[in-house]
């Protein structure tokens, strides 16, 4: 009941057309949110950690052999990891033996991976810069990084070690 001075309104009616309208809207707004959510998937996924699950799994016990014989030799190496206003990362390596004395003829080299992008991937050219270090240069935007080092002597890897890493 109106009072004075009011003008009754009318309720709005809901239609058919109304309804269809909310409803394609609806479903619009989904399946857009939906296409571009598939899109960037898509386009940011960098890859796998494995390529063959099978394939590593048949390594997996030359991996703990390795794993072994790199224990038994008890090499000390120690990474350091700076950062420039360049964005420029360097890893620098020193390599002593279970004694503390120098290991002669190792050759390094080193790959810092992004733990969510393989597209960002970087290997490191590591260039020996005295009888027990190497050093090297990559660029790498601020984060969290995984950087595997590997060590060789006459072809044979000898050491490997993969630490997690933050850049910043």
Known sequence: MAKAGQIASKPRELTGRAVLIWLLAFF????????VMVSLASKTFGGL??????KAG?????DIEAAEQQ?????QV???VTRAASGEVALEIKVRDSSGQIV???TA????AHPTDSKLDQRISLVRTGPESARGVA?????HWNIMIDLDRNGIRMFRSRSRIVIR
């Open 28 to 35: 619009a707004v989904t399946i857009g949110v939906n296409a």
């Open 49 to 54: 950690e494995t390529e063959s699950s099978y």
């Open 58 to 62: 048949l390594a997996f016990k030359q």
């Open 71 to 75: 224990e038994a030799l008890h090499w």
């Open 78 to 80: 120690d990474g350091t």
């Open 104 to 106: 002669p003829g190792w």
């Open 109 to 112: 080299t080193a790959l810092l």
């Open 139 to 143: 660029y790498a935007d601020p984060g």
